[in-house]
Nanobody, 120 residues
Framework: QVQLVESGGGLVQPGGSLGLSCVASGFTFSSTAMRWYRQAPGKERELVAS????????NYADSVKGRFTVSRDNFKNTLYLQMNSLKPEDTAVYYCNAPVYSNFNFIDYWGQGTQVTVSS
């Protein structure tokens, strides 16, 4: 079955950096575009970054452009999110997302989430 396991969250001071990882299994990772979402308390889940299956194309939310970098290693079935110049408003639970194509439909799979807290 599809599994997405995030790690790397924690507490960091404003201006600091943090790196997240998401290890995927149960589907063909190298054929699947991947996404990072986040959800802050009392807010809707929002798309933070996406990356094409080859890693050749990436997109970012305006709020994180220039500070976050999404990447992937198709040999390790792992998705990454490097977060620099963190701000208190980046505090949220971060989720790895995989839209997996199956039976002529895309099914969204989610990891369990990892908490990122930016605070002094």
């Amino acid at each position: 079955q599809v599994q997405l396991v995030e790690s790397g969250g924690g507490l960091v001071q404003p201006g600091g950096s943090l790196g997240l990882s998401c290890v995927a299994s149960g589907f063909t990772f190298s054929s699947t575009a991947m996404r990072w979402y986040r959800q802050a308390p009392g807010k809707e889940r929002e798309l933070v970054a996406s990356i094409a299956n080859t890693g050749g194309s990436t997109n970012y939310a305006d709020s994180v452009k220039g500070r976050f970098t999404v990447s992937r290693d198709n040999f390790k079935n792992t998705l990454y999110l490097q977060m620099n110049s963190l701000k208190p408003e980046d505090t949220a639970v971060y989720y790895c997302n995989a839209p997996v194509y199956s039976n002529f439909n895309f099914i969204d799979y989610w990891g369990q989430g990892t908490q990122v807290t930016v605070s002094s």
